[in-house]
């Protein structure tokens, strides 16, 4: 699937220090932990966020650890 989509995010010192960390460690450029971490939230429960959907209940928790997506496993 074509990534056509841009989010721009702003972040304090410590998250973005995290992220950096984790993409370092892991010889990855920042934005492809940022995509591997959201490959791990799970799916929303309804086709839309305004519609009440996990998203937005507050019912979702952080991946607690980062596990890179195999290279072979990701989009292209």
């Known amino acids: ?17 995290k992220i950096q960390l984790l993409a370092q460690q892991h010889d990855v450029p920042m934005s492809e932990v940022v995509r591997d971490l959201i490959k791990q939230l799970p799916e929303p429960l309804t086709g839309s ?3 009440g959907s996990l998203y937005t209940s507050g019912e979702v928790s952080s ?5 890179p997506v195999p290279s072979d496993l990701r989009e292209v």
Request: proline share 8%; glycine share 0%.
């Open 1 to 17: 699937m074509p990534r056509d989509k841009t989010l721009r995010v702003r972040l304090n010192q410590r998250e973005f220090d």
């Open 63 to 67: 991946p607690s650890l980062y596990t």
């Open 49 to 51: 966020l305004s519609e």
